[in-house]
């Protein structure tokens, strides 16, 4: 079992940045392959970016792909999501996760997110 809790949300106007953390209570973190996904009110849930165990490979949605970074520090058990040049779309609370089998797997553990509003 791995807990995971999201922090770093928080309301920004559009064009600046937020970083996101996620840190996991269990050393084992090193194992497993990180994603971070969002919920937009009435809308479902959407995949944003993940991150290798190694963190050696990344992958982005298009929608965030050259705004969003995603990664990790093993040594701190923690998964980051810096956020450049928000847009109200981004709007959304933010969840991070964990997937034993790998970056494009089944995620087995989930944060209880954090919200990101982006206004205009």
């Known amino acids: 079992q791995v807990q995971l809790v999201e922090s770093g949300g928080g309301l920004v106007q559009a064009g600046g940045s937020l970083r996101l953390s996620c840190a996991a209570s269990?050393?084992?973190?090193?194992?497993?392959?990180m994603g971070w996904f969002r919920q937009a009110p009435g809308k479902e849930r959407e995949f944003v970016a993940a991150i290798s165990s190694s963190g050696g490979n990344t992958y982005y949605a298009d929608s965030v792909k050259g705004r969003f970074t995603i990664s990790r520090d093993n040594a701190k058990t923690t998964v980051y999501l810096q956020m450049n040049s928000l847009k109200p779309e981004d709007t959304a609370v933010y969840y991070c996760?964990?997937?034993?089998?790998?970056?494009?797997?089944?995620?087995?553990?989930w944060g209880q997110g954090t919200q990101v509003t982006v206004s205009s």
């Open positions: 996760a964990a997937s034993v089998v790998g970056i494009a797997g089944k995620y087995d553990y």
């Open positions: 269990r050393r084992t973190f090193r194992n497993y392959a």
